[in-house]
């Protein structure tokens, strides 16, 4: 079964704090993306990993990209409230067609 | 550039009646666009992938005959609730792509449908 995994599903931090979410994935993938969501609001694209050992940033997120161990991280550098909305992260698995499984969802609150 | 739209933005329908959402890519031809569906508070699941002038692959539980979805041209795709329900309420998304497998997808802004 193609799942993806995400813990943890809900994150209330401080800001200034530092914190990281979890994206696990069941088998061979060919790439991976982070995305943003707001509430009743759409997707908005934050990163895309491809190979083993990506590492990419923006502002204070950073995501990395580890195939053998099949995981991903989102760190969240000193965060903002800004920062607070639900975070997927979704796989292409091989050989489906580029179809998107997406994760469970990590909802981060921010807190002054 | 990659802009996606969605066509109504929100729409209350009584139960029973059929309603239809539009995609469309307005500055790229996406040969493949994709509808999902997400419920409050919980992932994106997704329904169908259509590529232009072909029929649209379906997901495991997806009825076809109740989401009837489109793709009569390179830049517009839509889906149809028939005969909607409470149960379909949700909130609709569809992505497109405008090349080969590798090239990303670009997320429509959603479009809240409540059935009464």
């Known amino acids: 079964e193609l799942k993806v995994e995400q813990n943890p599903l809900f994150l209330s931090m401080q800001e200034g704090k530092n914190y990281t979410i979890y994206c696990n994935y069941s088998?061979?993938?060919?790439?991976l993306y982070w995305y943003r969501q707001d509430p009743g609001k759409s997707l908005e694209s934050l990163f895309v990993l491809l190979s083993n050992g990506a590492v990419k940033q923006e502002g204070r997120l950073m995501a990395s990209l580890d195939t053998k161990a099949r995981l991903s991280t989102l760190h969240i550098t000193a965060a903002v409230h800004d920062l607070s909305a639900t975070y997927f992260c979704a796989v292409v698995y091989t050989g489906t067609a580029s179809k998107l499984t997406f994760g469970t969802g990590t909802r981060l609150q921010v807190t002054l | 550039g990659a802009v996606v739209s969605q066509h109504p933005s929100r729409v209350i329908c009584k139960s029973g009646t059929s309603v239809k959402i539009e995609c469309r890519s307005l500055?790229?031809?996406?040969?493949?666009m994709f509808w999902y569906r997400q419920f409050p508070k919980q992932s994106l699941m997704l329904m169908a992938t259509s590529n232009e002038g072909s029929k649209a692959t379906y997901e495991q539980g997806v009825e076809k005959d109740k989401f009837l979805i489109n793709h009569a041209s390179l830049t517009l795709s839509t889906l149809t609730v028939t005969s909607a329900h409470p149960e379909d309420s949700s909130f609709y998304i569809c992505?497109?792509?405008?090349?080969?497998?590798?090239?990303?997808?670009?997320f429509g802004p959603g479009t809240r449908l409540t059935v009464l």
């Open positions: 500055d790229f031809q996406a040969t493949t």
């Open positions: 088998t061979t993938s060919d790439r």
């Open positions: 992505s497109a792509r405008d090349g080969g497998g590798k090239s990303e997808q670009f």
